[in-house]
């Protein structure tokens, strides 16, 4: 499975980044692509601890579901729903989000185990292993979504 800290995997992360633009055609949901880049850095500013986790809330938080969910199972396009932290910040413009969020990536990808939050707001408690698989199958989940 592809993680954010791998190397390989996260120049290649980048790489579809930057090949976003605001005419990219989204091929599901309801989000705009800057939208999108906000949605998708605030997961990471959870992860980082940089938006507090509220509760935990829902089925998900059970660890063979969570297991199930984060490491295993494809996710839906356009149905599921996401906590209200991952949508704390407003998009601005597209080369400025776009910064921001490979600043984010690579923090991420350098942070600590330690400094990860230890718990998610939908899944409950959290490993930075879970973190790192998580963020990558959300960031590559999106950038699908974008067509690249």
Not at 80 to 99: G, H, S
Not at 119 to 138: E, K, M, N, Q, Y
Request: glycine share 4%.
């Amino acid at each position: 499975m592809p993680t954010v800290t791998d190397p390989v995997a996260r120049s290649d992360l980048i790489a579809r980044i930057n090949r976003l633009s605001p005419a990219s055609p989204r091929q599901w949901g309801r989000m705009e692509v800057t939208q999108m880049v906000a949605h998708v850095a605030d997961q990471l500013r959870i992860a980082l601890r940089d938006v507090p986790v509220q509760r935990v809330r829902g089925p998900f938080r059970f660890a063979p579901l969570r297991y199930l969910i984060i490491h295993v199972l494809p996710w839906p396009k356009g149905r599921a729903k996401a906590p209200p932290e991952a949508f704390t910040t407003a998009p601005t413009q597209l080369d400025a989000d776009r910064t921001a969020l490979i600043a984010l990536i690579e923090r991420f990808a350098s942070a600590p185990a330690a400094q990860l939050c230890p718990v998610h707001p939908l899944f409950g408690p959290v490993t930075a292993r879970d973190w790192d698989v998580l963020s990558w199958r959300h960031l590559d989940h999106h950038l699908r979504q974008f067509g690249v």
